[in-house]
């Protein structure tokens, strides 16, 4: 089991940048996949970017080129820098982990970090 904790949302204007930040409570040397979601209030959570644990990143159409996703391996930490935000952009962000075990997988998220991006 693995404990996730976002940080760095907040308010920003449209074009402004945030850096969000999810610790995990164990070594994210060993989780297979890491990732962001978001949830727009009356939307489903989607994915916005993930990274493997082979550093392999893939991110949703929207933000490709604004987005980028990393993860350092000696602090247990990913994050997710977004630059040129968007009013669309507004939503509670989740950290997530994604486990394999024999020939299940485990997911594992945060409590989310609300991004507010104004016009």
């Known amino acids: 089991q693995v404990q996730l904790v976002e940080s760095g949302g907040g308010l920003v204007q449209a074009g402004g940048s945030l850096r969000l930040s999810c610790a995990a409570s164990?070594?994210?040397?060993?989780?297979?996949?890491m990732g962001w979601y978001r949830q727009a209030p009356g939307k489903q959570r989607e994915l916005v970017a993930a990274?493997?644990?082979?550093?392999?990143?893939n991110y949703a159409e929207s933000v490709k080129g604004r987005f980028t996703i990393s993860r350092d391996n000696a602090k247990n930490t990913v994050y997710l820098q977004m630059n040129s935000l968007k009013p669309e952009d507004t939503a509670v962000y989740y950290c997530?982990?994604?486990?394999?075990?024999?020939?299940?997988?485990?997911?594992?998220w945060g409590q989310g970090t609300q991004v507010t991006v104004s016009s």
């Open positions: 164990k070594s994210i040397f060993s989780i297979n996949a």
């Open positions: 997530n982990a994604h486990i394999v075990r024999t020939t299940s997988g485990y997911d594992y």
């Open positions: 990274i493997t644990s082979g550093s392999r990143s």
